[in-house]
């Protein structure tokens, strides 16, 4: 005799925790986010619908196969994949377990999810992120980011936070490592500097403009610092003996 499991009919869509890459469409106009394991290949939305990765016909997750979504239970267990040199760059999730689901003893394998909030870390100098950068990686039309600061940036692709939110959609929170709200509005260019006129005061409050001042305050100490250094070297190019 086979004994099953009770089936779960919770209240309310049981929260999960994973991690993932955030990624850019090569044009700028799209958000997603691509898996370190099982159909990493296949960039997903912030609501979107598991499919079978082996090309089978059944609707995920199929209990004789790996297919669908999969997140841990615990944040902290979520928190320590982020430790592994391929995937410091990664970013931590907590998702809405939708549809039908299979639960184990560390987690969940789905048909359907929802990614509520995006926990960026630190750059890899150690400074906040400021922005989502080029990683120097990606799938086909689609270019890996990762966390960075205004001083790293360094002429690289990148967009806001908050502006990866907006091209993400479907209400989207993004948070920098330790709590503290991500910086806000608009893309920013490969130069560094802010892509096009900065956004008017309309539908910003108090939070949203600091983290701009914040922003823009970092790439001035930047500038600040390479001037200092040409300074330093003299008009020749050469520094003073």
């Given at each position: 005799m086979r004994l099953r499991l009770p089936a779960e009919r919770p209240t309310e869509p049981p929260t999960g925790y994973k991690i993932?890459?955030?990624?850019?469409?090569?044009?700028?106009?799209?958000?997603?986010?691509t898996g370190v394991s099982l159909g990493g290949a296949l960039p997903y939305g912030v609501v979107a619908d598991a499919a079978c990765v082996y090309g089978r016909r059944h609707r995920p997750p199929a209990r004789l196969c790996d297919c669908g979504f999969h997140c841990v239970h615990e944040r902290a267990a979520a928190e320590a994949l982020l430790c592994t040199a391929e995937?410091?760059?990664?970013?931590?999730?907590?998702?809405?377990?939708?549809?039908?689901?299979?639960?184990?003893?560390?987690g969940f394998r789905y048909a359907r999810q929802r990614v509520r909030t995006a926990t960026v870390g630190p750059c890899a100098c150690g400074?906040?992120?400021?922005?989502l950068?080029?990683?120097?990686?990606?799938?086909?039309?689609?270019?890996?980011l990762t966390a960075a600061c205004a001083g790293c940036?360094?002429?690289?692709?990148?967009?806001?936070?908050?502006?990866?939110?907006?091209?993400?959609?479907?209400?989207?929170?993004?948070?920098?490592?330790?709590?503290?709200?991500?910086?806000?509005?608009?893309?920013?260019?490969?130069?560094?500097?802010?892509?096009?006129?900065?956004?008017?005061?309309?539908?910003?409050?108090?939070?949203?403009?600091?983290?701009?001042?914040?922003?823009?305050?970092?790439?001035?100490?930047?500038?600040?610092?390479?001037l200092a250094r040409l300074g330093e070297r003299g008009p020749g190019g050469l520094g003073h003996g």
């Open positions: 993932a890459h955030p990624v850019l469409s090569h044009d700028g106009t799209r958000a997603r986010f995937h410091r760059g990664a970013v931590l999730l907590e998702v809405s377990v939708l549809g039908a689901y299979i639960r184990y003893e560390r400074a906040p992120a400021s922005a950068a080029d990683a120097g990686w990606g799938r086909p039309g689609w270019r890996a940036l360094h002429g690289r692709t990148s967009v806001t936070c908050a502006g990866f939110a907006r091209l993400a959609g479907a209400g989207l929170r993004i948070v920098a490592g330790g709590g503290w709200p991500a910086p806000v509005a608009g893309a920013i260019a490969a130069s560094g500097a802010p892509a096009g006129p900065l956004a008017g005061p309309e539908g910003l409050g108090v939070p949203e403009l600091a983290a701009e001042a914040a922003l823009l305050q970092a790439r001035l100490d930047w500038f600040q610092t390479q």
